[in-house]
């Protein structure tokens, strides 16, 4: 399997923009989170899915965040407008059932907005 | 609520060298522990886990030990290498739910 796969690896933006980050979940995972990551704040759980549904969104800083699962092998995290408070690296993770504390996590998108 | 508390880097060690990453968490619950780690321009990966009391954790010549009394499950590796170069994340699950909540991070930097 070729793991979580993220994309893009690097984002830069202007500040206003939307942007928009993708996640592929390994196979056969059904649970799926979106964290992200800066120096000041460490490592922050923003949403997570379970079978392609929210359970918890209250780590999604505000309504200029948005994310989606529309199905078992796909899902995005939106950001719009951008603003360069929001700069950091955000990491998709997805886990299996009763392992579900295993996290599997992609590479990381990192963004810049300007 | 849910916190875990690592001790502050960066920590540079010489190879085989002694290694200690302190790490403590908030007591609430019986939540299962964890270290993961992360190497430069990847995402986290599990290095080992502990589900009870008194549990030891073990992987790649790294340990961690489940202390309830002193709520703890520092990190030791006897003897590190180059190659363990990174940074370790301490992280509990959350009280009746699964959510792990991750410490800050210690980075580690071992020079030969």
């Known amino acids: 399997d070729a793991g979580v796969i993220q994309s893009p690896r690097h984002e830069v933006t202007e500040m206003g923009q939307e942007v928009t980050l993708r996640c592929k979940p390994i196979?056969?995972?059904?649970?799926l989170f979106w964290y992200r990551q800066t120096m000041m704040r460490g490592l922050e759980l923003l949403i997570y899915f379970n079978n392609n549904v929210p359970i918890d969104d209250s780590g999604m800083p505000e309504d200029r965040f948005s994310a989606k699962m529309p199905n078992a092998s796909f899902s995005t995290l939106k950001i719009q407008p951008s603003e360069p408070r929001d700069s950091a690296v955000y990491f998709c993770?997805?886990?299996?059932?009763?392992?579900?504390?295993?996290?599997?996590f992609g590479s990381g998108t990192q963004l810049s907005v300007l | 609520g849910d916190s875990v508390t690592q001790m502050e880097g960066p920590v540079t060690l010489s190879e085989e060298a002694f290694l200690t990453i302190n790490c403590t968490y908030t007591a609430t619950g019986y939540p299962s522990l964890f270290w993961y780690v992360q190497y430069p321009g990847e995402g986290l990966q599990l290095l080992l886990k502990a589900t009870k009391a008194d549990d030891k954790g073990s992987n790649k010549g790294f340990e961690a030990t489940y202390r309830k009394e002193t709520t703890s499950f520092h990190l030791e590796k006897g003897s590190v290498q180059v190659s363990d170069s990174a940074v370790y994340f301490c992280?509990?699950?959350?009280?009746?739910?699964?959510?792990?909540?991750f410490g800050k991070g210690t980075k580690l930097s071992v020079i030969p």
């Open positions: 992280a509990r699950s959350g009280a009746g739910s699964y959510q792990l909540t």
């Open positions: 196979s056969g995972h059904d649970y």
């Open positions: 993770a997805s886990s299996l059932g009763q392992g579900r504390e295993k996290l599997f």
